[in-house]
T-cell receptor, first 110, second 114 residues
Framework: LAKTTQPISMDSYEGQEVNITCSHN???????ITWYQQFPSQGPRFIIQ???TKVTNEVASLFIPADRKSSTLSLPRVSLSDTAVYYCLVGAPNDYKLSFGAGTTVTVRA | GAGVSQSPSNKVTEKGKDVELRCDPI?????LYWYRQSLGQGLEFLIYFQGNSAPDKSGLPSDRFSAERTGGSVSTLTIQRTQQEDSAVYLCASSLGQPSEPQHFGDGTRLSIL
């Protein structure tokens, strides 16, 4: 499994865009990238998944450069309710033992 | 629709007792996962089921831990002779088919060993 590195924490203010970059230098050819969000006392929730270029859904965008050695989760116009831990995972389609590291704690302030 | 349901939501027990944690996955989800999360930490993978089969049990911390899944649905995680270091939140997730499918998590069972 590719090792991932992401910042431990990030602070932001309501209405701003938050970008969290995850490094995965040894990503394999068939690995995909998935992001989850976790609120206190809840299980993680799937946000977005991608393989290359850009993926966008109603919640976030995922930017993946051509070399795929990193990826950036972009949260547009955050609100206080976006305060959570965000996890970046990298794995192949048949990798069931995905690694949820420490994640990035995002704190949104008023 | 109904999500992943875990019970009990909280469990307090004495050291040395056995505990059983239950997970009801989303109907139709063939894959089921158990994780453990200690306070302020990431998720530690415990075991994965595809249908009723668990191809890899190496994530279970010790032989006091066991898990089963019957009828391709409900799963139970059993911890025998609990120790204080077993205190954590135990999370269950399910997904459609392949591991690449997004996992849907329950809210966990918070286990406290006195």
């Amino acid at each position: 499994l590719a090792k991932t590195t992401q910042p431990i924490s990030m602070d932001s203010y309501e209405g701003q865009e938050v970008n969290i970059t995850c490094s995965h230098n040894n990503i394999a050819t068939n690995d995909y990238i998935t992001w989850y969000q976790q609120f206190p006392s809840q299980g993680p929730r799937f946000i977005i998944q991608g393989y290359k270029t850009k993926v966008t859904n109603e919640v976030a965008s995922l930017f993946i450069p051509a070399d795929r050695k990193s990826s950036t989760l972009s949260l547009p116009r955050v609100s206080l309710s976006d305060t959570a831990v965000y996890y970046c995972l990298v794995g192949a389609p048949n990798d069931y033992k995905l690694s949820f590291g420490a994640g990035t704690t995002v704190t949104v302030r008023a | 629709g109904a999500g992943v349901s875990q019970s009990p939501s909280n469990k307090v027990t004495e050291k040395g007792k056995d505990v059983e944690l239950r997970c009801d996955p989303i109907s139709g989800h063939t894959a089921l996962y158990w994780y453990r999360q200690s306070l302020g930490q990431g998720l530690e993978f415990l075991i994965y089921f595809q249908g009723n089969s668990a191809p890899d049990k190496s994530g279970l911390p010790s032989d006091r831990f066991s898990a089963e899944r019957t009828g391709g649905s409900v799963s139970t995680l059993t911890i025998q002779r609990t120790q204080q270091e077993d205190s954590a939140v135990y999370l269950c997730a399910s997904s459609l088919g392949q591991p690449s499918e997004p996992q849907h998590f329950g809210d966990g069972t918070r286990l406290s060993i006195l």
